[in-house]
């Protein structure tokens, strides 16, 4: 089976065994793997599940050997080559095809393209405006996915509802359009609804916007982010907050910062305002271009 993400194609094996005989042959097999890799990388606990990473030496030559195991415990665990850029998986008696799907696609696929050094991850909703990319950040429930659906409504291609892949070329920052899948309301483990219309190219990074909820009586404000506090943000939209490559990613942050314009907005809690952030945004995009 092969997946078109990211700009990438990725190969997976499916390897399903019977329950009658799964609870053994899993288990051997899933142990003696994780025996040749016995340094784990902890992830914070992700949809109330326990994941980690393992891999054979414990330090930032990750791919000194070209596989490593990605596991969500009692549910899923990846075999990843980055050689191939195969991908195995085997599944527990808890897996769901619409589990080891959104498992792979909204946390595999980004970690697996950080660890090869393809991408940047931010943790950003974004859409395409006047061929650009246009990005929404904030913190947990401040009303990205929110936004970003607000304007696919408006008829703007989707470009990423949740994982953003940036990367740094001739001088300039672009993104990769990450999959058609968006989750307005953030329903657990589930890919979601397909967008109608999305971007299947890469993309230039335009505006970003970092989303301040403020009280449903406030008014829509804008201000540009100046200095430090474009660097905070940006550090904390980083999606994949490993502790490999922290020097290479530090420095990746602070020539972003000074790139790229970052602006503040502030949102009224009230969905029957959203039209007007809509049009402040688009007006601010069109006035200051």
Not at 133 to 158: I, R, V
Request: aromatic share 14%.
């Amino acid at each position: 089976m092969k997946y078109f993400f990211y700009g990438h194609n990725i190969y997976i094996d499916h390897k399903k065994y019977s329950k009658n005989i799964k609870d053994i042959y899993l288990n051997k097999t899933q142990y003696n793997l994780l025996d040749k890799y016995p340094f784990q990388l902890d992830f914070e606990t992700n949809q109330n599940r326990n994941i980690y990473l393992r891999i054979k030496e414990n330090s930032d030559n990750i791919f000194s050997s070209t596989k490593f195991i990605f596991v969500v415990e009692d549910i899923v665990s990846f075999v990843c080559d980055i050689k191939t850029n195969q991908i195995d998986y085997i599944i527990d008696l808890n897996c769901t095809n619409e589990l080891r799907k959104y498992w792979l696609t909204h946390v595999l696929l980004p970690l697996y393209l950080t660890l090869k050094s393809k991408y940047y991850f931010l943790h950003a909703g974004s859409v395409s405006i006047d061929a650009q990319a246009t990005l929404f950040m904030g913190d947990s429930y401040a009303g990205k996915s929110t936004l970003t659906n607000h304007f696919l409504e408006k008829g703007h291609p989707l470009v990423s509802d949740d994982k953003l892949g940036t990367y740094f070329i001739n001088d300039q920052f672009f993104c990769q359009p990450s999959h058609p899948y968006h989750r307005p309301y953030r329903a657990v483990e589930t890919l979601g609804k397909k967008a109608n219309n999305y971007c299947k190219t890469s993309l230039k990074i335009g505006f970003i916007f970092w989303i301040v909820p403020v009280d449903a009586t406030e008014d829509i404000k804008i201000k540009e982010l100046k200095g430090l506090e474009k660097f905070k943000v940006l550090r904390y939209a980083t999606e994949m907050d490993i502790t490999l490559n922290q020097k290479k990613r530090f420095q990746y942050i602070s020539k972003f910062a000074n790139a790229l314009n970052i602006y503040e907005i502030k949102v009224p809690r009230d969905m029957k305002k959203l039209d007007d952030v809509y049009s402040e945004i688009v007006t601010h995009i069109k006035t200051t271009s």
